[in-house]
């Protein structure tokens, strides 16, 4: 695998930390349950990652066994062409992204690691269909035809990065504690009111990766 993939692959990572509903969801966790914070964050954002980690296996697999069973028929070159017109309907439709100013953060009705479990279980449902740099980031793996050992631990990374910024908000928490509160609310509130502001900048960007790394081989 080559350098420009990994380039590629690391923006894609780096754009899905700005996951509204994950940072949204790790605020509240900090601003309101400071007794259980640790297990309970550490709880949401394991099952967040799982989760997402069984759904990049089971894409990969199934990606690849299409494209081995059709081999003869979609063509790296038809893929490329595929992946191209992707990007450039994700680019033109980030521009008509309505605004919406409803949080859609979910929130744990209960203390009990249970209920964050089905945070997390709910913030991938809500977030599985958009994860825009998550399926790009599949789709140009496929295209590498790496063996198995090698694309799991990509993967595995991949969404360790997803979690970082929680996991560094919750260290600059235990770091700083109250000296941050302010600027913990303050974010929590903006991210409360523009996840479809989020939503665009990400479908754009997408699109602009797979338009630049498909280029080459229309």
């Known amino acids: 695998m080559g350098?420009?993939?990994?380039?590629y692959l690391g923006g894609l990572a780096l754009l899905d930390t700005l996951s509204p509903t994950i940072i949204g969801v790790t605020l509240?966790?900090?601003?309101?349950?400071?007794?259980?914070?640790?297990?309970?964050?550490?709880?949401?954002?394991?099952?967040?990652?799982?989760?997402?980690?069984?759904?990049?296996?089971?894409?990969m697999l199934g990606l690849n066994f299409i494209i081995e069973t059709f081999s003869n028929i979609f063509q790296n070159k038809?893929?490329?062409w595929v992946i191209f017109i992707v990007g450039v309907i994700l680019f033109t439709a980030s521009f008509f992204i309505p605004a919406n100013k409803q949080s859609n953060i979910p929130k744990p009705?209960?203390?009990?690691?249970?209920?964050?479990?089905?945070?997390?279980?709910?913030?991938?449902?809500?977030?599985?269909?958009?994860?825009?740099?998550?399926?790009?980031?599949?789709?140009?793996?496929?295209?590498t035809n790496m063996p198995f050992y090698q694309w799991l631990p990509i993967i595995a990374v991949y969404n360790i990065i997803m979690v970082l910024p929680a996991l560094l908000?919750?260290?600059?928490?235990?770091?700083?504690?109250?000296?941050?509160?302010?600027?913990?609310?303050?974010?929590?509130?903006?991210i409360s009111s523009s996840s479809s502001s989020t939503l665009s900048w990400i479908m754009c960007i997408v699109g602009v990766i797979l338009i630049f790394y498909t280029k080459d081989y229309l």
Do not use: C, H
């Open 3 to 7: 350098t420009d993939i990994l380039i």
């Open 28 to 59: 509240f966790l900090i601003l309101t349950d400071k007794k259980n914070l640790t297990s309970r964050l550490f709880a949401y954002l394991f099952t967040v990652a799982l989760l997402y980690f069984s759904l990049g296996i089971i894409m």
């Open 78 to 80: 038809i893929v490329s």
């Open 109 to 143: 009705k209960t203390q009990s690691i249970f209920s964050i479990i089905i945070i997390g279980i709910t913030t991938f449902m809500i977030e599985a269909g958009m994860a825009l740099p998550y399926f790009a980031a599949i789709g140009l793996l496929t295209t």
């Open 169 to 190: 908000l919750f260290l600059g928490y235990k770091l700083f504690g109250k000296w941050i509160n302010p600027t913990l609310v303050n974010l929590r509130n903006k």
